[in-house]
């Protein structure tokens, strides 16, 4: 026994079936950056001061590298979530929510790609320099 209207049904109101995802994804990338930013924080303390080379040589050792993308993809699919719903919850014309939505989207993927490109690229940086 179904408590929605035939109009309702038929007009395809109700659950959308993804805002359980949505929350948790926010969850889960946010319990990640817990660790991933402590990291950061006592990795750049540890670094800070050192010349050029050191610290290429820090973003390139394999951990440093895969650990810096990792907190990259976080950051941004994390920001990506959490304005999603901003944007949802306090734009409400429809047009504008959508063009919002898309221009955030795009630049936060940009930014993202760009970022976690640079981290990869100072990493074969530092291997080429070693010559391993």
């Not at 035939?6 to 946010?30: C, D, I, N, Y």
């Not at 010349?51 to 050792?61: C, H, I, K, R």
């Not at 719903?85 to 930014?111: G, P, R």
């Amino acid at each position: 026994m179904s408590l929605r209207t035939p109009l309702a049904r038929a007009r395809g109101l109700g659950s959308a079936k993804e805002g359980v995802q949505h929350w948790w994804a926010q969850r889960v990338t946010a319990v990640a950056l817990i660790p991933l930013s402590v990291w950061f924080v006592v990795s750049l303390l540890a670094v800070a001061g050192a010349d050029y080379p050191t610290v290429v040589a820090w973003v390139g050792s394999p951990v440093n590298t895969a650990l810096l993308v990792i907190l990259l993809f976080s950051v941004f699919y994390h920001a990506l979530l959490g304005l999603q719903v901003v944007i949802e919850d306090y734009i409400h014309t429809e047009w504008l929510k959508h063009t919002v939505l898309i221009s955030v989207h795009f630049a936060l993927i940009l930014l993202g790609v760009i970022a976690i490109v640079s981290v990869v690229r100072i990493a074969f940086i530092a291997v080429l320099s070693t010559g391993v």
